[in-house]
């Protein structure tokens, strides 16, 4: 639909009637030679202006833009060349709003020192286009204005190998922040779930309606998947396959490119998926229900019964659970009231000092969780259990809503 603005109309020419008065309401004659040279000069005048917007020239046009959103029929690629970014000492700095600072932290960077994250944050809001890149490791961060990149906003922001895939109103890019590099991979499209080096994307906001699933790897190409059943969810990942939750029936399934439909890998409820692992809950005949991890390449699973105190469905605004490796879940313990990392091989529960609406990111080399606070980033060291406190001091207030994307060094 076209957004609709002040009408714009031509202006009727005003005829007089009678000749002109001067302030003394006497008439003033006009010489009929002036006036016809008036009328000429104005001729040439406007001959003037007709020709130079007929031909692009100089010309000031009066009607705005067209500001009619376009709906993508199918998800175009893009291979337009990636943008740089001026640095802030370069020419034209001026019109290049990016700032880079040390980063505070809470234990004089020790943690990272000793144990290396090996991971890049970017901090990111819903629908603003300043976001700030955190390099943990060396102590740096860095605001950038990602418009001057060609985002024109952010709805959605996953880390996806080196890099980030930003979903924006145009569609869904490949973003460097740091190199300031920019590729338009989609044209529309919402991001569904994220692999090592693809995405899977889907018609904008498909709800429980049935829709094709789109496959796009980090050179733009893509490739249409079977169609996905109404109400089916979550979403994962195994190698190149699109795994689907069967919804309210269960099961998992999985989806390769060119298969003609999807295909039984596991009974039970998807909780989480990484490139050859499962996690999934089956309930028995009896409604006891255990958590199998299931290896796919060597097709075995391990079961592990859930302790009666953890909620898995109170944590429903985090929206990656497991650590990268599948060994530790994020769930809601009932008798301490708070978020706690359950890790699974030693069955143990850590309290975490998180809240509803906080974001949360899994740093790469599986030690690593990032917590969103207020204006900083609390990192929890699994091995260890120390909380650092990272604050990037670049006068940005992010209290309200932050989100973490987690990409790799």
């Keep these: 639909m076209t957004p609709t603005g002040p009408l714009r109309s031509t202006p009727t020419p005003v005829l007089m009637e009678a000749e002109p008065t001067d302030l003394h309401g006497e008439v003033v004659a006009v010489d009929p030679r002036v006036r016809r040279g008036v009328l000429v000069a104005l001729f040439v005048a406007l001959l003037v202006v007709v020709v130079a917007v007929a031909s692009g020239g100089g010309g000031t046009s009066t009607e705005g833009p067209d500001t009619t959103e376009s709906v993508p029929t199918s998800f175009a690629t893009t291979t337009e060349p990636a943008t740089d970014v001026i640095e802030d000492d370069g020419p034209g700095a001026a019109a290049t709003p990016s700032t880079t600072t040390t980063i505070q932290f809470s234990d004089d960077k020790g943690a990272f020192a000793e144990n290396p994250t090996e991971s890049i944050l970017m901090l990111w809001t819903f629908n603003d286009t300043r976001v700030v ?5 060396s102590g740096r961060a860095t605001s950038v204005d990602l418009t001057t990149l060609g985002v024109d906003t952010v709805k959605n922001a996953v880390g996806l190998g080196d890099g980030f895939a930003i979903e924006t109103r145009s569609g869904v890019s490949l973003v460097d922040p740091l190199k300031g590099t920019f590729r338009q991979l989609t044209a529309g499209g919402s991001v569904l779930v994220w692999g090592d080096d693809e995405l899977w994307i889907s018609t904008p906001y498909p709800g429980g309606d049935s829709f094709v699933p789109i496959r796009v790897d980090l050179a733009g190409e893509h490739v249409e998947l079977p169609a996905v059943p109404p109400k089916s969810g979550p979403f994962g990942f195994v190698g190149d396959d699109l795994l689907v939750g069967g919804g309210p029936s269960g099961g998992v399934y999985s989806g390769a490119v060119g298969a003609p439909t999807y295909e039984l890998l596991s009974p039970g409820a998807l909780l989480a998926s990484s490139a050859d692992t499962l996690l999934v809950r089956v309930c028995g005949e009896t409604l006891d229900c255990s958590i199998e991890r299931h290896d796919i390449a060597l097709d075995q699973s391990t079961s592990q019964d859930v302790p009666a105190a953890l909620n898995f469905d109170a944590l429903w605004w985090i929206e990656s659970q497991a650590s990268p490796e599948l060994d530790a879940y994020l769930v809601y313990s009932e008798p301490a009231a708070t978020p706690v990392i359950w890790e699974m091989e030693s069955d143990e529960t850590v309290s975490l000092p998180i809240t509803q609406s906080r974001s949360i990111g899994w740093g790469v080399n599986n ?21 650092t406190r990272i604050t990037p001091d670049l006068e940005m207030d992010l209290a309200e809503g932050m989100q973490i994307a987690v990409a790799s060094l």
């Design 133 to 137: 890149v955190v390099e943990v490791d």
């Design 367 to 387: 030690d690593w969780l990032f917590i969103a606070g207020v204006n900083e980033v609390l990192a929890f060291h699994r091995p260890t259990l120390a909380i």
